[in-house]
């Protein structure tokens, strides 16, 4: 019963936090359900609350969705869904768990970083984008800090960046859930406590989406960065 507080918290901070900064917030949740049900059932849970919690900024901000960049950025990540959800069936929980950490770690290393590194660029290339992050997706869990930059030098910004975002990252999730059932990497049990923590997912992406202007996170997000550090390093001494 407290393990399941403790995850409807972290899904609640989780899922307010990505609907405000439109990314960075499943990383809160992914390192407590890895060390609530471990790494192999985890990472597939995390993609099933991730749709959902996706496809709920979706609908909050649907009527400012770019669909060419959703179109572009699919053409890659369909099928590199695929590929990453495969190679996450090969590779031994050992290596996983050194993977998402070296994983949390540069995701706050590339937050402060990625401001000057990339310019604008054509929409085509959201195909390559999609096909690189989907893998790194399907493998540690989540790619969202690294897609943000990208969606933000091509102009999008608030709800047109949380919404765009979400749709193409939502596609990403149906294509690795699948791949993942495919494979057996997938329980009936999995794809239930996914479902179950899915509606405070919901939860999270409204109460973000009305204080999207009100409120500073800046405070709050150098906490997360500790927190996320603390567990990234964790899992590389595994």
Known sequence: MEEWLFISLAALVASTVAAIAGTG???ILLPVLIEVFGVREAVPMYAVVQLIGNMSRVALNRQLIQLPVV??????AIPFSILG??????????????????????TVIWRHWRQHTIASFNPKYFALIGAIFSVISAIAGSAGPFLAPFYLSYGLVK???IGTEALGTAVMHIMKLGTYHELGAI???????????GPIMILG??????????????????????????????FLSK
Do not use: Q
């Open 71 to 76: 179109f572009w950025f699919c053409v890659g």
């Open 25 to 27: 917030g499943g990383i």
């Open 187 to 197: 329980s009936p049990t999995t794809w239930l406590n996914g479902i179950t923590i």
């Open 85 to 106: 959800a495969w190679l996450f069936t090969k590779i031994p929980d050992s290596k996983l768990l050194n993977i998402i950490g070296a994983f949390l770690i540069f």
């Open 159 to 161: 709800g047109a960046f």
């Open 205 to 234: 992406s409204y109460i973000g989406k009305h204080v999207l202007e009100r409120l500073s996170i800046r405070v709050f997000m150098i906490i997360v960065e500790v927190a996320i550090v603390g567990f990234g390093l964790w």
